[in-house]
């Protein structure tokens, strides 16, 4: 695979977490909806009651799993390219940015450490 690519499923197992989390927010609310919502049929009205319990928890419930499957790919997606863009190495052109500060910074601390110690010989001499 190239990188590209990879990164791409990086982004979509993020989305998918992030949807997880909607869903997982959506059917909170849809429980909550469903058990406050009060339309009492004279006849039916205790069923009635049990069934809003029961269908809240069925919405609670449909939620929270569907959630996690989606989260639960996500993860492993993310995982799975996260790896292999591990083994790829740094991009091309992330390489020469992050290293080039990095290298010009390390000789000028080590002429500072060296200037630091060769001061402290002399004198001791």
Known sequence: MN????EWYELLGRCLIWVAGIVLLLSAIGAIVIGSSSTDIPILSDIQQQ????????????????SGLLAG?????RL????RLDKLGPA???????????????????SRRRERTEPRRRERE
């Not at 990188?3 to 990879?6: H, K, V």
């Not at 799975?80 to 790896?83: I, K, L």
């Not at 052109?93 to 910074?105: F, L, N, T, V």
């Open 3 to 6: 990188r590209a690519s990879l």
């Open 51 to 66: 069934g809003q319990g029961i269908a809240a928890i069925a919405a609670l419930g449909g939620g929270l799993t569907s």
């Open 92 to 110: 091309p052109g992330e390489s020469s940015r992050d290293e080039a500060p990095a290298q010009a910074e390390l000789p000028l601390a080590e």
């Open 80 to 83: 799975m390219s996260a790896e």
């Open 73 to 77: 790919v996500g993860a492993i997606l």
